[in-house]
């Protein structure tokens, strides 16, 4: 299993940047997917995710309105566009994929403070991440 993130590195304040995620190795439908992201001395946290069969994006309340997140299903991809960056969003930003049945409130936590750890599940994955500087 792959996830190989790339679109990073230098942009100046107000620019917009695309990042990928390539998935491969299992089965993409089955997977939710997401973006997150930290900085040093800081703790991760969630930006954007999709659950397992598409639907509406989640997004945490602190970039809804900056971030758009979207799929190429035949490519097996997943994008993260954030515009109008800031310097505070430079950080390591990382692909993960997850396989967990959902349940009405699932993604509350995500959305209010980005709070969700893939690897709280059995079957997860996480890309090496792609650094975004912002100066």
């Known amino acids: 299993v792959q996830l190989v993130e790339s679109g990073g590195g230098l942009v100046q304040p107000g620019a917009s940047l695309r990042l990928s995620c390539a998935a491969s190795g299992y089965t993409y439908s089955t997977y939710s997917m997401g973006w997150f992201r930290q900085a040093p001395g800081k703790e991760r946290e969630g930006v954007a995710a999709?659950?397992?069969?598409?639907?509406?994006?989640n997004y945490v309340n602190s970039l809804k309105g900056r971030v758009t997140l979207s799929q190429d299903n035949a490519d097996n991809t997943l994008f993260l566009q954030l515009n109008s960056v800031k310097p505070e969003d430079s950080a390591m930003y990382y692909c993960?994929?997850?396989?967990?049945?959902?349940?009405?409130?699932?993604?509350?936590?995500?959305?209010?403070?980005?709070?969700?750890?893939?690897?709280?599940?059995?079957?997860?994955?996480w890309g090496q991440g792609t650094q975004v500087t912002v100066s």
């Open positions: 993960a994929a997850w396989e967990t049945a959902e349940f009405d409130g699932f993604w509350v936590g995500f959305c209010e403070a980005g709070a969700l750890r893939p690897e709280s599940y059995k079957d997860h994955y």
């Open positions: 999709v659950s397992y069969g598409g639907g509406t994006p």
